[in-house]
């Protein structure tokens, strides 16, 4: 069975940072992409920041552009996501979510094929 588990979420004041995790079980993430999405009350699903399956290429949604960090350790079957300069608009629930096999997209949720329960992070003003 697969699971996706985030961690590291809470919160934070603006201008504050928080790593996020994602541990990975029954998955080997190695040869996989891999992403972080987030949801905020009463919007969609949103794309913010995926790594190909060697962690060659890196990919932001335009507003966390240089502030926030994606990466991966494939021994350790984690993905981690670093957020600097967190600002209030930055609050959601934040999701990974593990990247089809062949087509993917970074940017779309219907390349992901496993989700995580995601992780609350809140910052205030």
């Known amino acids: 069975q697969v699971q996706l588990v985030e961690s590291g979420g809470g919160s934070v004041q603006a201008g504050g940072s928080l790593r996020l995790s994602c541990a990975t079980s029954?998955?080997?993430?190695?040869?996989?992409?891999m992403g972080w999405f987030r949801q905020a009350p009463g919007k969609e699903r949103e794309f913010v920041a995926a790594i190909n399956w060697n962690g060659a290429s890196t990919y932001y949604q335009a507003s966390v552009t240089a502030r926030f960090t994606i990466s991966r350790d494939d021994a350790k079957n984690t993905v981690y996501l670093q957020m600097n300069s967190l600002k209030p608009e930055d609050t959601a629930v934040y999701y990974c979510?593990?990247?089809?096999?062949?087509?993917?997209?970074?940017?779309?949720?219907?390349?992901?094929?496993?989700w995580g329960q995601g992780t609350q992070v809140t910052v205030s003003s």
């Open positions: 979510a593990s990247g089809i096999p062949l087509g993917w997209s970074a940017r779309s949720t219907s390349s992901y094929n496993y």
């Open positions: 029954g998955l080997s993430i190695r040869s996989y992409a």
